[in-house]
């Protein structure tokens, strides 16, 4: 697949940790903030924090539970949700996005996030960077009860926004959920190769991608 023909497609779906928000943010809160505050509540050093909280890791990647709060609160004691308002100066975009999604409007493409998120980080996040004003729809897999790792969760998304299949294009940072998406049949598949600022690029994708938005040639 070459990079997306904008002639072809009607539908532009796009994730939003990593691919339309840094991802240092969610990278900082989990392997930094949280680990510091579940130390502190129950009297381990820091690395005995993380050690334990990687146990709980174990088994739960591409499960709804990987992104729910409320499953991370009751393991953790800790209340998740406020928490990620300590570190939400950290919230931001990646470069260009704004740009890209006013030129979108401007094609006459639709533009739905569709993210593994939490409602609670989605809302919080909506607060601090008015994205939802910017984009025609928010779905979180947790509104069906499905991550987008998960076949059902694109039947549910096809439900709701009866897009085509052939004339759509998926945008997201993760290569577990673009061999979803790819298995349901979406035309049109990009990686990012750069979700956090803060790290290198990593190019390793079998998808192609782009490192910013401003790559894209309208």
Request: aromatic share 10%; proline share 4%; net charge negative.
């Amino acid at each position: 697949m070459t990079m997306p023909d904008w002639q072809e497609i009607d539908t532009v779906l796009l994730d939003m940790d990593g691919t339309l928000l840094d991802l240092h943010f969610d990278n900082y809160f989990w392997l930094e903030h949280v680990p510091s505050k579940y130390a502190e509540h129950h009297g381990l050093s820091e690395e005995e924090a993380l050690a334990e909280l990687n146990k709980s890791f174990v088994g739960l990647r591409g499960t709804l539970n990987w992104y729910c709060l409320d499953h991370w609160s009751d393991l953790t004691g800790l209340p998740i949700a406020e928490l990620k308002r300590d570190v939400q100066d950290k919230i931001g975009f990646r470069p260009h996005v704004e740009d890209f999604l006013d030129t979108m409007k401007k094609l006459g493409k639709r533009t739905v996030i569709v993210t593994n998120a939490h409602r609670d980080s989605v809302n919080l996040k909506m607060e601090r960077t008015g994205l939802d004003r910017l984009v025609d729809h928010v779905i979180s897999s947790h509104d069906y009860k499905e991550p987008k790792e998960s076949q059902a969760f694109w039947d549910h998304l096809q439900r709701e926004e009866p897009f085509d299949k052939e004339r759509s294009l998926l945008i997201d940072d993760s290569q577990a959920v673009l061999e979803s998406a790819e298995k349901w049949g979406i035309r049109w598949l990009l990686t990012i190769f750069h979700p956090d600022s803060q790290k290198a690029p990593n190019t390793d994708s079998r998808f192609p991608g782009i490192h910013h938005f401003d790559e894209f040639k309208f």
